[in-house]
């Protein structure tokens, strides 16, 4: 009888019991633990100390994570294939500083993100493409953009300059995306020409035609001529449409050149063709003898000749 009634007590306390141990064990729940060991942060990408330099609190976002850091800021740098986000605090002596360290799927999209968030009158580092501002430190290197934030706005920069410095030196050593192949950018078909830093990507309704979306954009001066070059996605039905909209908006001037389509829109020159499989062209010219000399210099360095 005894026995009984401490088997029917039992089971009623063993589902209540269940329950407190379900919620107590989701208290200590680690999402991390069924994660691979890189993205859990075993391996950073930069060191645990660099001279007099310490690292507290490293930590590894794979891209799917990058919004339990830096929250709805992830949109921003994943529109430019961020693979991940190395984090954590570099300290020494009375510096202290944030770093917000991103790898991209490869150096184009690094190129983007860094020049996007450029600010107008920021000063150059020395041996370093990068720029420094009141109590932040940023620098391009390869695919990895690197950012330090100072606990104080005031902070002196040099320090973190220094710092970036020698992070710079040991991302060699780090792992890369494994198609991190250089590819055909507008930088690149600028070369010399293309002005500092005005790399950019217009996701949708470029230049207020809606037929050019997701395009990446540089500015370039030929012969004191400024004018953006463009790339988007798009074929010939493409060019077709985006030469109605410069009729349907009062478009001036149309001319056809080489299958591309070309015009004068609110005193701005363009033109718009299709090339090795993608949209290209040139936006905002000064007149139209400087959008043919780009458009040409364009399509020169599409052949695989630098203007």
């Known amino acids: 009888m005894v026995q009984r009634r401490l088997l029917l007590t039992a089971g ?51 891209a799917a994570r990058m919004f339990e850091k830096i929250n709805g800021k992830a949109d921003y740098y994943l529109q430019y294939d961020a ?13 202290r500083w944030d770093m917000y360290l991103y790898r991209f799927k490869n ?33 391009l290197a390869g695919a990895f953009y690197l950012q330090l934030n100072a606990h104080k706005i005031d902070a002196d920069t040099a320090p973190a300059e220094a710092l970036a410095s020698k992070l710079v030196s040991n991302l060699g050593a780090s792992p890369t995306a494994e198609d991190s192949t250089p590819v055909q950018s507008l ?35 030929l012969s004191g001529a400024e004018a953006v070059w463009f790339k988007a996605p798009g074929d010939a ?11 349907h908006y009062g478009g001036e001037q149309l001319f056809e050149r080489d299958s591309a389509i070309g015009g004068l829109m609110f005193s701005s020159w363009e033109i718009t063709g299709e090339m090795d499989g993608a949209l290209w062209g040139v936006h905002a010219a000064p007149s139209r ?19």
């Open 12 to 62: 009623w306390l063993l589902p209540p019991l269940l329950v407190v141990l379900f919620i107590l064990k989701g208290q200590h729940y680690d999402p991390a633990f069924f994660e691979p060991p890189q993205a859990r942060g075993d391996v950073l990408p930069v060191p645990a100390s660099i001279d007099h330099w310490r690292l507290e609190g490293g930590k590894l976002f794979s």
């Open 83 to 95: 693979v991940e986000l190395c984090s954590g605090e570099w300290m020494a002596d009375d510096q």
């Open 107 to 139: 150096a184009e999209g690094a190129r983007y993100a860094f020049s996007g968030e450029r600010p107008g009158t920021p000063s150059d580092i020395e041996g370093l493409k990068g720029y420094r501002v009141p109590g932040q430190v940023a620098v």
């Open 187 to 221: 930088a690149s078909l600028a070369g010399d020409a293309m002005i500092p830093d005005t790399e950019g990507l217009l996701p949708e309704g470029a230049f207020g035609f809606s037929v050019l979306n997701e395009v990446k954009t540089v500015r370039v001066s």
């Open 237 to 247: 039905k493409t060019v077709a449409a985006y030469a109605e909209e410069l009729k």
């Open 289 to 307: 003898e400087a959008l043919m000399a780009h458009w040409n210099a364009l399509r020169t360095a599409l052949e695989g000749v630098r203007p």
